[in-house]
């Protein structure tokens, strides 16, 4: 066991839906996040080029003693999860496989849509996952590259997001589907405009965050107790490749911290080359 905290590693703010599902859900542990904002989006890298930087912060995460890392990004999840854990000793999760076992429990039609990034969409890790689990599931998949962008920048005016949302949406028109997997951390922080758009094209649909499931998975191998009690003066400490200032006020807008200690610290990438 480690330092008594909890690793997230996202490219950027998307990470933080899956840390705020955490932090309703887990009290007694620090929780650390690694925002790499200065080489995202990673949905437009490539698989070499996301497998190593997600082997770099679980190296990174590694040295800071975490109990165990949410790759709370399903595009790292997608090319760096399991060469990170042949690597690393230490307990390290994905979103994909929890969002994929989210998936399956909610749809009755086994007509399932995905929204993700262009590199989570192409690596068709979702379809596997999915189909491993049952082969009759059909999956249509879009990626939606303005979105991820538009919410790392903080730009949730109501108006704004919904017209980006529908953008992507229209691409399931024809398609009839009862479940919804939003597929890249981003999403879920503007869940309501799927929902407001959806609504609109006459679609019930189940949205599926895979955070909650990625949370109960971290619960149940630290052996974290539902009811487990507060411990004080907790902390989470943000580190950040590109801006601060930036990746700040966004977050300011996702997650209020006021009951943490919180602390920024500035990373530069060199540094990290070594867990290469
Ligand atoms: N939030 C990330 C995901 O879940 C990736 C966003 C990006 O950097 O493109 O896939």
Same mark, same amino acid.
């Given at each position: 066991m480690g330092n008594n905290v909890i690793g997230f590693y996202d490219s950027?703010?998307?990470?933080l839906s899956v840390l705020k599902v955490a932090l309703n859900k887990i009290k007694n542990k620090n929780f650390v996040f690694f925002g790499d904002t200065l080489r995202?989006?990673? @949905?437009?890298?490539?698989n070499e080029e996301i497998k190593n930087y997600t082997m770099e912060v679980m190296g990174f995460f590694e040295d800071l003693d975490v109990d165990l890392s949410i790759i709370a990004c399903n595009t790292a999840t997608s090319h760096g999860l399991k060469e990170s854990n042949e690597r690393y000793k230490y307990p390290i999760i994905g979103v994909v496989e929890p969002g994929s076992e989210n998936a399956l429990e909610r749809t009755k039609t086994k007509r399932v849509a995905l929204v993700a990034t262009k590199s989570c969409v192409e690596s068709g890790v979702y379809d596997k996952v999915l189909k491993s689990m049952d082969p009759s599931i059909e999956l249509r998949s879009v990626y939606c590259p303005d979105l991820t962008l538009a919410i790392e920048r903080g730009e949730f005016e109501e108006e704004y997001m919904d017209g980006i949302v529908k953008k992507y949406l229209d691409y399931f028109e024809d398609y009839d589907f009862d479940t919804m997997i939003l @597929?890249?951390?981003?999403y879920p922080l503007v869940e309501d405009s799927f929902k407001r758009i959806l609504k609109k094209q006459g679609k019930k649909v189940l949205m599926v965050d895979p955070a909650y499931k990625t949370v109960l998975d971290a619960m149940n191998i630290l052996k974290i107790e539902k009811d487990n009690q507060e411990i004080p003066n907790r902390t989470i400490d943000f580190y950040i490749t590109g801006d601060i200032n930036l990746f700040r006020s966004t977050m300011e807008k996702i997650v209020d911290l006021s009951d943490f200690k919180v602390s920024f610290h500035q990373v530069d990438i060199k540094d990290l080359e070594k867990y290469r």
């Open positions: 950027g703010v998307g990470g995202m989006p990673y @949905g437009a890298r490539t @597929g890249c951390t981003h």
